[in-house]
């Protein structure tokens, strides 16, 4: 009786950190299976992040930080005890091993990669940490994961961190930065719309995004149609949300807010402080999924969940807590006898989140070196998508800078801003109150193509009265009034 009522109860509502009035699903979640810690199906070592290929078809990241190396495990029908797909020591023994990434003579080992996306058509894309940042393909067949011809230096200043992949292949990548320095993400275009993934491997990206504040970049994950990206800041404890596509580029939607704020005390008296890691996009569903654990620490076992949230808002709609589940399986937080229990990883750390085309969720244990399948008791609901974005308008290519009077004017509560660039341009559109108050940022530190874009800006959070709307570049500034009447 009691795993049964938990099944119901595991979807628990984390009301106090975004939304009082958050609805649960009604059901939850179960773990099908835990691949085995243990041969012939175990992947040897911490395993950080998850790509599926489809249901029970999976590949794992594996990350051996002592030596900095990494490698791929292959995973086909698999179950608990079955599945991987050819030879693997274990632990110590595998001291050294790495996949390699191979073309003739062209060789690039894998290092300190943090995530892998995987694609319906097998291929695998990883955020490789060797000496020129490669994003490297590889793709699984029957018996074995195989290098391709593909691999992509991502030109990047620090350390890739999280890896995603749109329906038509192009490729999300971020750039983590750290305490004082902003994050990017890097979007490249795919492999059929350029031929350098196979050639000179060498491209610079379609478009470069600034996060909006400092802290280390763990997370991206898009739509299938990349319009809407969303990304983890996991010191600064939130999810930033951006709106646009890979054609016309992509600004930062404020209307969507995650902070994550939840903390717990362990058994033994130390303060539990998570942040958000990795985040995937369930399509056709509508629903964006969060991990969110303690970074790189075995202190942190009695913490580990999986944030679902509203893509529109960012509220939590229910919550799975992977390390109670741990605990109710085995009466620990940190164990898992034999290395065999079948439905648990049993050792917390839950970095990234992965879904089949059945929605069946796909996640990982670092310490626990699995890979954990769970499947939902009851039907997801659809999210409706109410979040609009920039839309690039047909026109003569600028010749000047420009920022049109907004329209209509006066307005209550959304009105349009046109503006124009003549050249490339990092820009920002800022909202300030008439005494010169910073009220919101529509769009920052955001790199746009040439050409003529429309914005809708919803004031209905703000009271009636005259507001400044400017657009600044790295060398231009333009300012116009508006107003607002309710």
Request: hydrophobic share 35%.
């Amino acid at each position: 009786m009691k795993v049964r009522l938990f099944f119901v109860s595991l979807f628990l509502i984390a009301a106090s950190q975004v939304n009082m009035n958050a609805q649960s699903f009604g059901s939850g979640w179960k773990c099908d299976y835990a691949t085995w810690d243990e041969q012939p199906n175990s992947a040897g070592y911490n395993v950080v992040s998850v790509g599926t290929i489809k249901e029970n078809c999976f590949v794992a990241l594996v990350l051996r930080s002592s030596s900095s190396t990494s490698y791929l495990v292959g995973y086909a029908d698999a179950d608990s005890s079955k599945g991987r797909l050819g030879t693997y020591a274990y632990g110590s023994a595998l001291a050294g091993y790495q996949t390699k990434w191979s073309q003739g003579f062209d060789e690039v080992p894998m290092l300190n990669a943090y995530d892998v996306a995987a694609t319906s058509d097998s291929l695998i894309y990883v955020a490789n940490n060797d000496i020129d940042k490669n994003i490297l393909v590889f793709k699984m067949t029957k018996d074995t994961i195989a290098t391709t011809d593909y691999r992509m230096m991502s030109g990047a200043t620090s350390d890739i961190w999280a890896i995603d992949v749109d329906a038509n292949g192009r490729v999300y990548v971020t750039q983590a930065g750290d305490s004082t320095t902003p994050g990017k993400i890097l979007v490249f275009k795919s492999i059929k719309e350029d031929d350098n993934w196979g050639n000179f491997h060498d491209t610079k990206p379609l478009y470069t995004i600034t996060a909006p504040e400092a802290g280390d970049l763990r997370g991206v994950t898009v739509n299938a149609a990349g319009t809407l990206l969303y990304v983890s800041n996991y010191y600064n404890k939130k999810v930033y949300c951006y709106v646009g596509s890979p054609s016309t580029g992509y600004t930062l939607y404020n209307g969507f807010n995650f902070t994550l704020t939840d903390t717990k005390v362990s058994s033994g008296g130390n303060t539990l402080v998570p942040g958000p890691w990795g985040v995937k996009y369930l399509n056709s569903k509508n629903i964006l999924f969060v991990a969110a654990s303690l970074s790189f620490t075995t202190s942190g076992y009695e913490y580990g969940k999986v944030f679902a949230l509203n893509p529109n808002t960012g509220a939590i709609v229910d919550t799975l807590d992977v390390a109670q589940w741990n605990y109710l399986m085995t009466g620990s937080y940190s164990s898992r006898t034999g290395g065999t229990v079948g439905n648990v990883s049993g050792y917390t750390s839950v970095y990234n989140v992965d879904f089949d085309a059945n929605f069946n969720m796909y996640t990982q244990s670092f310490y626990g070196w699995t890979v954990d399948k769970w499947t939902y008791n009851g039907t997801l609901p659809v999210i409706p998508v109410t979040i609009t974005g920039i839309q690039k308008i047909d026109k003569v290519q600028p010749f000047k800078f420009n920022l049109e009077q907004n329209y209509p004017n006066p307005f209550n509560p959304v009105t349009n801003i046109e503006f124009s660039l003549n050249e490339d341009s990092e820009i920002s559109i800022l909202i300030y109150s008439i005494t010169g108050e910073l009220v919101t940022e529509i769009v920052k530190n955001t790199s746009f193509a040439k050409g003529t874009y429309k914005v809708s800006f919803d004031a209905s959070k703000l009271a009636s009265g005259a507001y400044i709307y400017t657009l600044k570049t790295r060398n231009s500034l333009m300012s116009k009034k508006m107003i607002l009447m309710k």
